[in-house]
T-cell receptor
């Protein structure tokens, strides 16, 4: 069974701090996606990483795909209250069609 | 362009009643997914369609759950009879196609409470 393990489960920080959240698996994936879900809304796609070792930046967010394509990280620089939400990683299942999701990291940034 | 539309946004019903959740995917998207989200289990895939045809319903928890997609612009998820353990947020998502990255666009969800 493919699993995406996300850590930490919860993270509470002050505005301006840096943080990193992780998405790990024992399976190799052809690509991996990160979503952010704000309270009362559906998840919104942030980025898709495809190549082992790939780094993508989205303003203050930096996404990295592991060299072996089994894991990924999301680093946020100088977190702001607007970054608060549930961060989910997702990858295609073994059939290569549907996505499987991790349980997510709940981030709270206070001012 | 409008995103994925779900209705109702909130549903409160009594145990044993029938519940129907509705979804309108993004126009032109070929794939549609129904998910359930709870604190304990996270986001679980229930069923998905490609070109209006159900592809995999192995995530549907019981026979009480059924889903249809009569045309490219509409899908329903029905629970009959509903039980308190069905209480969750149900999301519909659509994707341009199953091939490729299968990047999904989610609706705002329906929060279901069964008392």
């Amino acid at each position: 069974t493919q699993l995406l393990e996300q850590s930490p489960q919860f993270l509470s920080i002050q505005e301006g701090e840096n943080l990193t959240v992780y998405c790990n698996s024992s399976s190799v994936f052809s690509s991996l996606q990160w979503y952010r879900q704000e309270p009362g809304e559906g998840p919104v796609l942030l980025v898709t990483v495809v190549t082992g070792g790939e780094v993508k930046k989205l303003k203050r967010l930096t996404f990295q795909f592991g060299d072996a394509r089994k894991d990924s990280s999301l680093h946020i620089t100088a977190a702001q209250p607007g970054d608060t939400g549930l961060y989910l990683c997702a990858a295609k299942d073994q059939a290569g069609t549907a996505l499987i999701f991790g349980k997510g990291t709940t981030l709270s940034v206070s001012s | 362009d409008a995103g994925v539309i779900q209705s109702p946004r909130h549903e409160v019903t009594e145990m044993g009643q029938e519940v129907t959740l509705r979804c309108k995917p993004i126009s032109g998207h070929n794939s549609l997914f129904w998910y359930r989200q709870t604190m304990m289990r996270g986001l679980e895939l229930l069923i998905y369609f490609n070109n209006n045809v159900p592809i995999d319903d192995s995530g549907m928890p019981e026979d009480r759950f059924s889903a249809k997609m009569p045309n490219a612009s509409f899908s329903t998820l029905k629970i009959q009879p509903s039980e308190p353990r069905d209480s969750a947020v149900y999301f519909c998502a659509s994707s341009p196609h199953l091939a490729g990255f299968n990047e999904q666009y989610f609706g705002p969800g329906t929060r279901l409470t069964v008392t």
